[in-house]
């Protein structure tokens, strides 16, 4: 059973810095991805970024420059940096994973099976 569960989340004062952690277990598969959403009561759920397990990473528009996922290896937990935070990053973020076959396969923006249950980050102004 795929498990996704996320950690960091809390309150933060604008222009500081958060770092969440995934820890992603019960794959079966060789590869996978996983993406950080993030999304605000009343809106629709946000990506934010992904991985693959070659390390490549993508980025939304929002968060290019500022934010930054990361692994050590394949095995280990997914970060999210975020750095110089605003009261618009404030929400919930989520880490989602699904398989892959290619190590080097491009993580995607959207259609991930498996979702952990969330970590609200506030941001105050």
């Known amino acids: 059973q795929v498990q996704l569960v996320e950690s960091g989340g809390g309150l933060v004062q604008a222009g500081g810095s958060l770092r969440l952690a995934c820890a992603a277990s019960g794959f079966t598969s060789n590869y996978y991805h996983v993406a950080w959403f993030r999304q605000v009561p009343g809106r629709e759920r946000e990506w934010v970024g992904c991985?693959?397990?070659?390390?490549?990473?993508h980025y939304s528009n929002s968060a290019t420059g500022r934010f930054t996922i990361s692994r050590d290896n394949s095995k280990s937990p997914v970060y999210l940096s975020m750095n110089d935070l605003k009261p618009e990053d404030t929400a919930v973020y989520y880490c989602?994973?699904?398989?892959?076959?290619?190590?080097?396969?491009?993580?995607?923006?959207?259609?991930?099976?498996?979702w952990g249950q969330g970590t609200p980050v506030t941001v105050s102004s």
């Open positions: 989602a994973g699904r398989a892959t076959m290619a190590f080097r396969a491009t993580c995607p923006s959207e259609n991930y099976r498996y």
């Open positions: 991985i693959n397990n070659a390390g490549t990473t």
